[in-house]
């Protein structure tokens, strides 16, 4: 089968609430269990969405950058963890015409999509290096077969993890002369162990655990980016701009989420000594001014690169990356806002706010992080300005 010849569901753009209430409804029982949120990512499929990114050439609706990150606003405004186990299934898809995979490989996997739930997920954080954000080569090995290739190397942070239905392995091959490649391993195949380790503040359900990797057997064929051994095989902060913008958009979803929660108590609290909500206080009006400052700031930042994007305007990696770096800071600000607003109500595990507060912490956490983010801006910044720039 060809990816030409599949024909996916229409994602349900016009019903984004109502996938965010369904999301909603299971994300505090999630949260609580640390389970893997099956019924979130089936309602996420049933809309549609985990292949909105898909080209239409592939039979796919071709969602575009801002469809994008308004699908995962609304989803991390349910639930962030399955929001960014989807997320990690949009990207690959969204750029499939910019690094493509081999066509039957594809066509396989858009056909297990139209069927059912088919997560993917780039495993690229090692033990011993961390993010390739920051630099450096894998440890992970694929050694060459009479069929294909064998895989051998222990991954970190693998979101979705217990229900990928394909890893996405980054790894040297051990010829005389090493290449770094992207190798999809079936997630049933043998030598395949998840290591249920994933035990965080926030973003509990997530499950994105460590994967252990021995000896996985593979076709030839399972192979993307497969390049020589270089600068050029570790990972572009500044290339990959878009990609970390639109995962601002699941947790500007976060801040949303929240901020609604916070309105809702400054209707409903009326203390006794002031005889109405207090709403009508000088200091929630500020305060609830101050949240949206912040919030629709994020917004227009996101939206202002994602628009430019749909529109085949370049934005600069220096610029999106800028983005995140801003946006991060604004949402999690926004929460920590309201938290502090509501005081000891808010930190009651009893309302989403404690919820909220402690997922939107993972925010700074995807790589490329602040610091990293700003030397890149900074020598992006700089090199323009110098000499010849």
Do not use: C
């Given at each position: 089968?060809?990816?030409?010849?599949?024909?996916?569901?229409?994602?349900?753009?016009?019903?984004?609430?109502?996938?965010?209430?369904?999301?909603?409804?299971?994300?505090?029982?999630?949260?609580r269990?640390?389970?893997?949120?099956?019924?979130?990512?089936?309602?996420?499929?049933?809309?549609?969405?985990?292949?909105?990114?898909?080209?239409?050439?592939y039979?796919?609706?071709?969602?575009?950058?801002?469809?994008?990150?308004?699908?995962?606003?609304?989803?991390?405004?349910?639930?962030?963890?399955?929001?960014?186990?989807?997320?990690?299934?949009?990207?690959?898809?969204?750029?499939?015409?910019?690094?493509?995979?081999?066509?039957?490989?594809?066509?396989?996997?858009?056909?297990?999509?139209?069927?059912?739930?088919?997560?993917?997920?780039?495993?690229?954080?090692?033990?011993?290096?961390?993010?390739?954000?920051?630099?450096?080569?894998?440890?992970?090995?694929?050694?060459?077969?009479?069929?294909?290739?064998?895989?051998?190397?222990?991954?970190?942070?693998?979101?979705?993890?217990?229900?990928?239905?394909?890893?996405?392995?980054?790894?040297?091959?051990?010829?005389?002369?090493?290449?770094?490649?992207?190798?999809?391993?079936?997630?049933?195949?043998?030598?395949?162990?998840?290591?249920?380790?994933?035990?965080?503040?926030?973003?509990?359900?997530?499950?994105?655990?460590?994967?252990?990797?021995?000896?996985?057997?593979i076709?030839?064929?399972?192979?993307l980016?497969?390049?020589?051994?270089g600068?050029?095989?570790?990972?572009?902060?500044?290339?990959?701009?878009?990609?970390h913008?639109?995962?601002?958009?699941?947790?500007?979803?976060?801040?949303r989420?929240?901020?609604?929660?916070?309105?809702?108590?400054?209707?409903?609290?009326?203390?006794?000594?002031?005889?109405?909500?207090?709403?009508?206080?000088?200091?929630?009006?500020?305060?609830?001014?101050?949240?949206?400052?912040?919030?629709?700031?994020?917004?227009?930042?996101?939206?202002?690169?994602?628009?430019?994007?749909?529109?085949?305007?370049?934005?600069?990696g220096?610029?999106a990356l800028?983005?995140?770096?801003?946006?991060?800071?604004?949402?999690?600000?926004?929460?920590?806002?309201?938290?502090?607003?509501?005081?000891?109500?808010?930190?009651?595990?009893?309302?989403?706010?404690?919820?909220?507060?402690?997922?939107?912490?993972?925010?700074?956490?995807?790589a490329?992080?602040?610091?990293t983010?700003?030397?890149?801006?900074?020598?992006?910044?700089?090199?323009?300005?110098?000499?010849?720039?």
């Open positions: 089968m060809t990816a030409a010849t599949v024909r996916l569901p229409v994602p349900a753009l016009d019903r984004l609430a109502e996938v965010t209430a369904a999301l909603a409804s299971t994300a505090p029982e999630y949260d269990s640390g389970a893997f949120p099956h019924a979130a990512i089936r309602a996420v499929h049933e809309a549609g969405l985990l292949t909105a990114g898909v080209d239409r050439r039979g796919g609706a071709g969602a575009g950058p801002t469809d994008l990150a308004r699908i995962l606003l609304a989803l991390g405004k349910g639930d962030p963890s399955a929001a960014l186990i989807t997320a990690m299934t949009l990207v690959p898809h969204a750029f499939q015409t910019r690094r493509p995979w081999p066509e039957e490989l594809y066509g396989r996997l858009l056909a297990e999509s139209a069927l059912r739930p088919t997560l993917l997920n780039n495993a690229r954080v090692e033990p011993d290096l961390g993010s390739p954000a920051r630099g450096g080569l894998p440890a992970t090995r694929a050694r060459r077969t009479a069929g294909g290739w064998s895989v051998s190397g222990r991954k970190r942070f693998v979101t979705g993890a217990e229900g990928l239905s394909y890893f996405l392995v980054w790894a040297a091959t051990d010829e005389p002369v090493p290449r770094i490649g992207t190798f999809v391993l079936p997630a049933g195949s043998p030598g395949i162990e998840i290591i249920p380790n994933w035990r965080q503040l926030g973003l509990r359900a997530s499950g994105s655990h460590d994967v252990s990797f021995t000896e996985v057997e076709p030839a064929g399972n192979v980016d497969i390049a020589d051994r600068p050029g095989a570790e990972q572009d902060n500044l290339a990959a701009g878009a990609i913008v639109l995962l601002s958009a699941l947790y500007l979803g976060v801040a989420a929240a901020q609604e929660y916070v309105h809702r108590f400054a209707h409903e609290r009326v203390p006794a000594n002031l005889g109405r909500s207090v709403a009508t206080t000088d200091r929630f009006k500020q305060a609830a001014g101050e949240i949206e400052t912040l919030l629709s700031t994020a917004e227009q930042l996101i939206f202002g690169v994602t628009d430019r994007l749909d529109r085949s305007i370049p934005v600069p220096a610029e800028a983005a995140k770096v801003v946006t991060v800071r604004h949402v999690t600000t926004a929460v920590q806002t309201g938290l502090r607003l509501l005081g000891n109500p808010g930190l009651a595990q009893d309302n989403p706010l404690e919820r909220h507060f402690r997922d939107i912490q993972s925010a700074g956490v995807h490329p992080q602040e610091d983010a700003l030397l890149n801006i900074g020598a992006a910044v700089l090199a323009a300005a110098g000499p010849g720039g």
